[in-house]
Nanobody
Framework: QVQLVESGGGLVQPGGSLRLSCAAS????????IGWFRQAPGKEREGVAC??????TTYYRNSVKGRFTISRDKNTVYLQMNSLKPEDTAVYYC???????????????????WGKGTLVTVSS
């Protein structure tokens, strides 16, 4: 059974950092793509970053490039978030695609497996 569990969210001041973790079980990341998404109150969900196992490529939405880094260690995927801004406040989700390991940028569509999310609040 595929499971994704996020952790690492919390309250941080503007300019601060957080590292989110997505622990995957029930499948191997070797043939998968893992995406990080977020949904702010009153807004649609948006793709933030994605790691593709098909070619080892990482993708980022423009607003987080240079600030966020997606990485993988065995069956855990991390999202290191630096220089956080109030507009980064959202529930962050990880999702997985386990068929061809492709991210399908720019929206990272077609990921059927989702975690329950972790809340990130950036506020002074």
């Amino acid at each position: 059974q595929v499971q994704l569990v996020e952790s690492g969210g919390g309250l941080v001041q503007p300019g601060g950092s957080l590292r989110l973790s997505c622990a995957a079980s029930g499948f191997t990341l070797d043939y998968s793509a893992i995406g990080w998404f977020r949904q702010a109150p009153g807004k649609e969900r948006e793709g933030v970053a994605c790691f593709s196992s098909s070619d080892g490529t990482t993708y980022y939405r423009n607003s987080v490039k240079g600030r966020f880094t997606i990485s993988r260690d065995k069956n855990t995927v991390y999202l290191q978030m630096n220089s956080l801004k109030p507009e980064d406040t959202a529930v962050y989700y990880c999702a997985a695609e386990t068929v061809d390991g492709r991210c399908r940028p720019p929206y990272f569509n077609g990921m059927p497996y989702w975690g329950k999310g972790t809340l990130v609040t950036v506020s002074s």
